[in-house]
């Protein structure tokens, strides 16, 4: 090679290694939560015509979804015991079966309630599923219930492995690859008990307890620097730092929290019975920023109607006209489950008044706007986002997660999927 054409080479070479290096640079960013990716604004507003579309359905409300890293599997649970995984692409369901009485008690399962029925024998299992998390290397499936019970389960051979007993009602559970000691995970559980409880999923063994809240704890969120943020009935937001043994208590003036997320290293998302969401900042004790009526009832009649098949026609909402009129109608604005793109700018929210709403949050300005809305009759209990932004998973069911007090007919319950489009 002349000397021209050697340099040209070796330049070439120089920016592709650069270029490479960036590009690893950028996801070891993205992976750690360092940098936030831009994707709400490349979210294409849906058309009239496009609806959810039904993966898999549950014979009673469905109250917790989770979708694999990889976002190619996905996993629902509901009321009546129905566990199930489903792949995203080809749409094939599988259900998990529980095991018999006998084998469940081999595996650790106590009678939830310590009574006998006449014949002396153990009360049936309850099977009342609340809350349901996989792990990061997909291999783990943990659930839990009104029977006091973490359930570990295989997602290879989906058969039962462990059981773990909490104290009282176990209400969320969620899993955690820890980056500090790989090849282990641990599950993190909240309950009625007020505490939240850490197991190891290798070792099938309880780790610690910790404390803090003064009342039931009703929704958790981990990321993996072994932080936990929790929300209980006290109106308080907590952040465990599992390794430093220490919280940080976040407080709510106006009304209860019923769940959270990680919206960052540093920022939270959580959503209010009083249908507001807010956005927090570790630095701050109170809401950075608070979007008030963010799903509303009033204004929903007025601007949408119900098709023949459950699914409402697209449309925006005027949070400003909100004005309850029943107790039910109060329920249904609740926002009873909140959800971010990890890693993004990208957030939906869901209650009960027919529509997951998509929001943007604004590092900068430290705001949250709303973007559109996805039409989806029934009681939004759980969400999630695939990590790529171009679909949304929502668990749906015709009553609220932890109650009866509500009942929407016409909702399915089951599991919806919402594709998106992404501009380049």
Same mark, same amino acid.
């Not at 595996?107 to 349901?132: E, F, R, W, Y």
């Not at 009282?168 to 282990?184: A, H, N, Y």
């Given at each position: 090679l002349s000397t021209s054409e050697g340099g040209d080479w070796h330049g070439n070479l120089f920016r592709k290694d650069s270029l490479v290096a960036k590009i690893l640079q950028q996801e070891q960013l993205e992976d750690s939560g360092r940098t936030r990716r831009l994707i709400a604004s490349k979210l294409q507003k849906l058309e009239d015509k496009e609806e959810p579309e039904f993966l898999f359905k549950h014979r009673q409300s469905v109250t917790?979804?989770?979708?694999?890293?990889?976002?190619?599997?996905?996993?629902?649970?509901?009321?009546?015991?129905?566990?199930?995984?489903w792949?995203?692409?080809?749409?094939?369901?599988?259900?998990?079966?529980?095991?018999?009485?006998?084998?469940?008690?081999?595996?650790?399962?106590?009678?939830?309630?310590?009574? *006998?029925?006449?014949?002396?024998?153990?009360?049936?299992?309850?099977?009342?599923?609340?809350? $349901?998390?996989? %792990?990061? !290397? #997909?291999?783990?499936?943990?659930?839990g219930g009104f029977d006091r019970h973490v359930h570990l389960w295989d997602t290879r051979t989906r058969e039962h492995i462990q059981v773990d007993i909490?104290?009282?009602?176990?209400?969320?559970?969620?899993?955690?690859?820890?980056?500090?000691?790989?090849?282990?995970?641990e599950i993190f559980s909240g309950s009625f008990d007020r505490t939240?409880?850490?197991?190891?999923?290798?070792?099938?063994?309880?780790?610690?307890?910790?404390f803090g809240h003064q009342s039931e704890v009703l929704s958790i969120d981990c990321m993996r620097k072994e932080r936990a943020l929790t929300v209980g009935r006290d109106r308080t937001m907590q952040l465990y730092k599992v390794p430093e043994e220490s919280r940080l208590v976040y407080r709510s *003036?106006?009304?209860?929290?019923?769940?959270?997320?990680f919206a960052g290293?540093?920022?939270? $998302?959580?959503? %209010?019975? !009083? #249908?507001?969401?807010?956005?927090?900042?570790?630095?701050r004790k109170k809401p950075v920023s608070i979007v008030k009526n963010a799903h509303t009832l009033s204004a929903l009649k007025k601007q949408v109607e119900l098709n023949s098949n459950g699914v409402m026609s697209n449309g925006q909402?005027?949070?400003?006209?909100?004005?309850?009129?029943?107790?039910?109608?109060?329920?249904?604005?609740?926002?009873?489950?909140?959800?971010?793109?990890?890693?993004s700018d990208l957030a939906a929210s869901g209650a009960g008044d027919g529509f997951v709403r998509l929001w943007q949050i604004n590092s900068e300005t430290k705001a949250v706007a709303p973007l559109f809305d996805v039409p989806l009759v029934g009681y939004v209990n759980s969400l999630a986002i695939a990590k790529s932004g171009r679909f949304?998973?929502?668990?749906?069911?015709?009553?609220?997660?932890?109650?009866?007090?509500?009942?929407? %007919?016409?909702?399915?319950?089951?599991?919806?999927?919402?594709?998106?489009?992404?501009?380049?």
């Open positions: 917790a979804v989770a979708l694999s890293d990889d976002d190619r599997r996905g996993f629902s649970a509901s009321k009546d015991g129905g566990i199930a995984h792949d995203v692409e080809i749409r094939k369901a599988e259900k998990y079966l529980w095991p018999s009485e006998d084998v469940l008690k081999s595996h650790g399962v106590k009678d939830p309630q310590g009574q *006998s029925n006449k014949k002396g024998k153990v009360m049936k299992h309850s099977k009342d599923i609340l809350a $349901l998390a996989v %792990s990061s !290397d #997909g291999r783990y499936l943990a659930t909490a104290l009282f009602v176990v209400v969320v559970v969620c899993r955690l690859q820890v980056q500090e000691r790989q090849g282990t995970s939240v409880k850490i197991w190891n999923a290798e070792d099938r063994a309880y780790i610690t307890t910790l *003036s106006t009304s209860a929290l019923e769940c959270c997320c290293n540093d920022e939270f $998302l959580s959503g %209010s019975d !009083d #249908g507001s969401i807010e956005l927090w900042s570790v630095l909402i005027d949070s400003s006209e909100f004005k309850a009129s029943s107790p039910c109608s109060n329920a249904q604005s609740w926002v009873s489950s909140v959800t971010v793109c990890r890693n949304l998973v929502a668990g749906v069911g015709q009553e609220p997660r932890l109650g009866r007090w509500d009942r929407i %007919s016409t909702a399915r319950n089951g599991v919806a999927l919402q594709s998106f489009k992404l501009t380049s």
